[in-house]
């Protein structure tokens, strides 16, 4: 059911940006893509969605292509708290919120 | 301040018993759900509310009942208990059905012997 491909893993060092992937080669013009996090043993956490436009909070950036296919989510600097499990999903308006099997990040000192 | 809580945190019971988890929200949000994370970690939908009307059910046992006393709460009752229920399930909320993100709990481990 998810409509994006992620890598298994990655690793990152401790003060460097992780760059986490993440294809939707199939997303239609009104869905929207979210990226959530899961630390071990708590709920996922929202981290940041957009449009088309490239967007930027206070725990991420999210850069999306021009022509919608793929997307990356910037964590400018990871910390070890940032070792979680990251899920793309791309969502309708609406629509059901479908989970992936998601990025494991490892963040190592 | 919890803004999504779910109680029990842990719920360990036996083949064929009833038991329920219960969901609350202080967020103000219209819109309740309940996830379930298997032992692979597979995140799947099985109830929405919104306004205390349904609005998805997955294909889920008609043991699995949710019930909404009013928009800020959503229990999840389960019927005759089966070591497959075993999981952790999740409660979100959103504010509205809309393009808005989801808050979860911090889930129900469930251990069915």
């Known amino acids: 059911d998810a409509k994006t491909t992620q890598p298994p893993s990655m690793d990152c060092a401790e003060g460097r940006a992780a760059n986490l992937p993440c294809n939707h080669s199939t997303i239609s013009g009104n869905e929207y893509v979210y990226w959530y996090r899961q630390i071990h043993s708590q709920g996922p956490q929202y981290i940041i969605h957009g449009l088309k436009n490239n967007e930027t909070n206070e725990m991420a950036s999210l850069i999306i292509t021009e022509d919608r296919k793929s997307s990356t989510l910037i964590l400018p600097h990871a910390t070890l708290r940032d070792t979680a499990v990251y899920y793309c999903i791309v969502r309708g308006f609406a629509d059901k919120l479908i989970f992936g099997t998601g990025t494991r990040l490892q963040v190592f000192p | 301040d919890t803004a999504v809580s779910q109680t029990p945190k842990y719920l360990v019971t036996q083949m064929g018993n009833d038991k329920s988890i219960k969901c609350e929200q202080n967020?103000?949000?219209?819109?309740m759900y309940w996830y379930k994370q298997d032992s692979k970690k597979f995140l799947k939908i099985m109830f929405s509310?919104?306004?205390?009307?349904?609005?998805i059910n997955e294909t889920v046992p008609n043991r699995f009942s949710p019930k909404s006393p009013d928009k800020a709460h959503l229990n999840l009752h389960i019927n005759s208990l089966e070591l497959g229920d075993s999981a952790v399930y999740f409660c979100a909320s959103s504010p509205s059905r809309g393009n808005s993100p989801l808050h979860f709990g911090n889930g129900t481990r469930l251990t069915v012997t």
């Open positions: 509310y919104n306004n205390k009307e349904l609005i």
């Open positions: 967020l103000g949000h219209d819109t």
